[in-house]
């Protein structure tokens, strides 16, 4: 359970690093005519490829990132990745970290040191990767929603405080120095897990708004504790991203529900490359949102004439309606369409549809006193302090072999029924056969 507060990195369920490539080995060698049925059976549903991280992506087709990338895949665009530090050095990464800075104290100079315990260490990576992944060829590796665009890393360590600079205080100079070094998109899969934020943070998001810079959050993740969506989801002019599962439907899950969300996107079965090499796969809204903010680098690289309010809501007004009333506190306005936010008509607006902070902040903040103020800074004076949003939980590559429902419903069931019809075919014309051969040799 996060501590009220903190900042925390999305909760996501990660696969351990390089089984990906024995398990594909072992299906090559060991069971060549199993792997042959298994892609008889995905072929209707997804274009094969030669890899099957690549073939795990099903947002690319789904939500219109490959239709979009025939107009753009967002080269020119530098989106800022404040998280736990982003491996530059992955293979699906090559190129695309042009950037990079600490702001912790405690990482590496240019922000690609990994940043916490465990596989929380690994959050930005995988963030990164599905932003804006390269892949490894033309099958293989993560793709990523904006595999053009370039990436700045802001390294942060999030949760429990370490060293002299608080977690509020980072996350505010990430941003500054997000916007001084020319991200036009600012991805921050993390929360601070209340509805308030620090005041340091009034003066750093305005800052990236005054500059045009379209800031992407996640809604936070319920499964780690995540209720309601926290800051910085809640702060006004940023776009908020909800999860839903495969089939398009909310992800009580994975994803926290409140009114400040602006559009939905896939939250579970997604993957990410790991640092120092191999995949994951995981869950939570930490990994919605950077396809959201791929998709908000396309219209910035399609549309380098619109200012941020227009670029939010090409991305809000094209989404496709889900659960009823539009917006909604599960859906916000509906599912991502990449394709159409890059391609349709939409209508010019003149001010931020997702609000206005410094609207807020002079009606909100001058009846704060010292006393109710919000602090500013955060765990480093023992208040409430930023934290990204964490893996749920870790997702054994074993649970492919010895499925959940999910996966026996969307893989084995199908695969048997069609390997079953397959062999009733080949039976059957193996005895018509036969039974024309014997009827030849009587005649």
Known sequence: MPHPGRLTPAPSRPRPRSRFARARRTVASGVAVLATALAVGLAPATVAHADQVRDMEYWLNDYGFTAAWRTTQGAGVKVAVIDTGVDGSVPDLAGAVVGGTDVSGVGAANGQKPLGAGEAADHGTWVASLLAGRGTGPGSGVLGAAPQASILTASVALGSAIGSVSSDDQVAAAVRWAVDNGASVINMSLTRNTLDWPTS?????????????????????????????????????????AGVDRAGKASFDASSQGITIGVSAPSEQLVGANPGGGYVQWAGTSGAAPLVSGAVALVRAAHPELKAPDVINRIIRTARPAGGAVPSPVYGYGLLDAAAAVTASVPHVSANPMGDLTQWIHIHRRADSPSTAAPPAGDAQGGPAPKALAPERPVAWKAFLWPQWSVLTSLWLPFSLISGFVALLALGAVGAWLHFRRTARRG
């Open 201 to 241: 943070w009034d003066d750093a998001f305005q800052y990236a708004f005054s500059h045009d810079v379209v800031v992407v959050a996640a809604a936070g993740n319920r499964g780690s504790g995540t209720t309601e969506v926290g800051a910085p989801a809640t702060i006004p002019g940023v776009l908020t991203v």
